[in-house]
Each structure stands twice: as structure tokens, then as C-alpha cells.
């Protein structure tokens, strides 16, 4: 049997928008690469409406047949009715229905299905959701995994989860990794400052070391155990101890360090007590909030160090941007990040803020050392490229 080209692609884009999250940013990327591959089915976009006049002045939008879908992901119920009764009546004879956020419409039906799951949090840390939205996700997920025709992952870390939770068999899934993401500026929120708390921190001759971290403010990403290494880290290089629970300065106790968190809440409230949070933040630990993609490279060109604390990820981008910045990385000792760093990092066990603050610590005083992760990052990051990741969904959309 051969392999046999959809007529075209109905992408469901309702995640790309304003201030998107890394789903939007990956579907944005995905239609941008397959739009550059020679010989491509047609693209059809679905958009929130609210998206579609920056859609419409888009680079790489602009040029494709863009559809406004009448509810977002989130209005729930109406949203999922009309994607199991009004999505189905858009698609065209011969045409492929690709799901980039975990959803897809389920049942029997007479279109190709493909979704994407980028990870499996709501299964493998349950706790972390609110028991009607995490029931409804892991039904969602679950029938849109079992409808789907393909389901694409970004790491094998994620296919393995998939397995183990059932929804999937392997002869189904994909491996399609991310790279580092290229979506313009128009759809990024908020701005960089001149005389902003980032502009100043990251500018050369800054007094500290920078430690950057970029994600939401949210459990998966353990910014708890961030801060408590932070406290650690600067312990170590001021030589006194931290008095444990004190709300404010600490005597001789300075900064000594900076880390940088640059990203806005999650969908999930962060969990670190807020003693923790306000005596990181007198030691020098800055919530930045949401910062434009070029803010973010600045940050990590200027960073000492790069960390990821994550309990879970399903890939892991981050680690490429800070791989193709020349920034060492470390990270929580979990599958996909030795998938996605390699020996371009060095590891500490989830959760662990006194290992982590030894390493800090250790790389800190080490400065061949930081040099050898960065340069092995810069060989690694020229695996990740979205022509490939889009040349990948290209093969599972002909292999349906």
C-alpha cells in the first residue's frame, strides 16, 4: 500500500494568538514550515476570531485560507459540542483535520484525524488540576487519541507516557520533535523597557551571575524548588547561613546572584508559600512576567546559566533556545530533558534545591566547565529544525 496525499489541511489554530503559550508557538511554527515544503497539501486555518486581523497582516498567515471558528478551546460547554458537531461540517471532501492541542473530534468519522499531545501532566500529576477540569481533559484527550488516525508527539519520553496510560498504541503514534521558535513579533505581548528590570540585568558588566529560567509560574515547572536553591546558592557564595522562614533582608546575607524567571502565571496557581517568595525576592530571585521572544534570547545570550526545574515536560523548547544561545544548562534529572540536552547539561533530581544549588555552585566557580556544556549545546541544537519536524508530520499526514 502506498502512501497517498490528503487533497488538504484544516490545522485548528485556535491557540495562536496574542501572548500565546507554547502550543500556539508550535502550530504557528508547524504551518510555517509546511507552508516552505515544495509540493505541500493546501492549508486551511482555523482562528480564533478575535486573531484574525493579525492573522490577516501575518508573513505566513496572511497567504493561507484563513477560517473563524465561532468558540475558542476554552468555552466549554459550547466549544466542545461544536467541535464533535459544527468543526466535522467545515472539513472538505479528501481534506485532513490536524488537532495541535491534545483535542480532536472522537467517534467514527469520515475524515483523516490527526492530533498532537505534548504531554501527559493531567495523567502522570493528577493533583495539580481541579477535579472537573482534569476529568474532562483526560476523557477529551483519551477520545481524541482513540479516533485519531495519527497521534504526534515531540519526544519519546511523551510516546513511552502515552503507552503506559493506554491511549495510544505504538504502531499510531509519531515522533516529531520542536525547535527553537521563529514566530514574528506582531503576536508577542508586553514590551522590554530600556530602563526595565530585564534591560538592566542583562545588560555586560552586570555585578552577579545570571540564572535564567523560562516558563509559567506553575507547579510543573517547580519554581518552590527554584527558589529554594536560589536561597542555597547564595548561602554558598555569601558563606552565612539562611534563617529558614525569614520574610526579609538577611544580615550579610546580599544578592550575590541573579535568576531570572521570565514567564506569566499558568493555568495552574503557583504552590511556593509566600515567606519563600519574598525572601527569594529580597536575595535577588525576579519574577519577570511575560517577555517578547526577544527579550527572552537577550536573557539567555546573557545568562551564565540556564536551569529547568520541571517535574514533567513533554519536550522541553527552552532547552534548545538556550542551547543555540551558548548557555549551560542544568536541569531536573527527569527522561526527556537527557532526551533533549544531553550531555549538554548537567542534572540534579527533581525537586532537590540542595543538589541543584551545589551544581549552581560548582559551575559557578567552574568557568571550563560552563564552556564545555555550551559549546556540546551548540552541536546538539542543529539536530532541531522545524523543516524537519514539518517534513515528520508531512510523512504521518501520507502514512494515514
Not at 502515552?162 to 515522533?175: D, S, T
Not at 533556545?321 to 531536573?332: D, F, K, L, Q
Request: proline share 9%.
Amino acid at each position: 500500500m502506498t502512501a497517498t496525499e490528503p487533497s488538504s489541511i484544516l490545522m485548528d489554530a485556535r491557540t495562536i494568538g496574542p501572548g500565546m503559550t507554547g502550543v500556539g508557538r508550535y502550530t504557528y511554527n508547524l504551518l510555517w514550515a509546511l507552508s516552505l515544503v515544495p509540493g505541500a497539501p493546501p492549508l486551511r486555518v482555523l482562528m480564533r476570531r478575535e486573531s484574525l486581523e493579525l492573522a490577516r497582516r501575518d508573513p505566513v498567515l496572511g497567504g493561507m485560507e484563513l477560517i473563524a471558528a465561532p468558540y475558542s478551546h476554552e468555552q466549554h460547554p459550547w466549544a466542545d459540542l461544536w467541535l464533535e458537531r459544527g468543526l466535522p461540517r467545515l472539513l472538505r471532501p479528501g481534506e485532513l483535520y490536524h488537532g495541535p492541542a491534545f483535542i480532536a473530534p472522537g467517534g467514527r468519522r469520515p475524515f483523516p484525524r490527526v492530533v498532537t499531545v505534548h504531554d501527559l501532566f493531567v495523567f502522570t500529576h493528577p493533583r495539580y488540576y481541579p477535579l472537573r477540569f482534569r476529568t474532562w481533559l483526560r476523557w477529551a484527550m483519551r477520545r481524541a487519541c482513540r479516533g485519531a488516525d495519527r497521534v504526534l508527539v515531540p519526544s519519546e519520553a511523551t510516546a513511552d507516557e502515552l503507552e503506559r496510560f493506554g491511549l495510544a498504541r505504538r504502531e499510531k503514534i509519531r515522533l516529531t520533535p520542536y525547535a527553537p521558535d521563529d514566530t514574528p513579533s506582531l503576536w508577542d505581548r508586553g514590551a522590554l523597557g530600556a530602563g526595565g528590570m530585564l534591560a538592566g540585568l542583562v545588560q555586560e558588566g552586570r555585578e552577579y551571575p545570571l540564572i535564567v529560567t523560562v516558563g509559567s509560574l506553575e507547579p510543573r515547572k517547580d519554581p518552590a524548588t527554584a527558589r529554594h536553591a536560589h536561597l542555597g546558592l547564595v548561602e554558598r557564595l555569601d558563606r552565612q547561613p539562611v534563617a529558614a522562614g525569614r520574610q526579609g533582608p538577611v544580615p550579610g546575607l546580599g544578592r550575590r546572584a541573579d535568576w531570572l524567571w521570565l514567564g506569566g502565571p499558568g493555568s495552574l496557581p503557583d504552590d511556593s508559600p509566600v515567606s519563600l517568595r519574598r525572601l527569594a525576592a529580597v536575595c535577588g530571585f525576579h519574577e519577570v512576567g511575560h517577555v517578547p521572544k526577544e527579550g527572552v534570547r537577550e536573557a539567555l545570550r546573557a545568562a551564565t546559566i540556564y536551569v529547568s526545574c520541571s517535574r514533567s515536560e513533554g519536550f522541553g523548547m527552552p532547552l534548545v533556545e538556550a542551547m543555540v544561545a551558548g548557555c549551560p544548562i542544568v536541569a531536573s534529572d527527569i527522561p526527556v530533558h537527557h532526551e533533549v540536552a544531553g550531555d549538554a547539561a548537567l542534572y540534579f533530581p527533581p525537586g532537590d534545591a540542595g543538589a541543584l544549588a551545589d551544581i549552581l555552585h560548582r559551575l559557578l566557580a567552574k568557568p571550563a566547565l560552563r564552556e564545555g556544556l555550551a559549546q556540546r549545546g551548540l552541536e546538539r541544537q542543529e539536530s532541531f529544525r522545524w523543516s524537519r519536524t514539518a517534513e515528520l508530520t508531512l510523512a504521518a499526514y501520507r502514512d494515514i
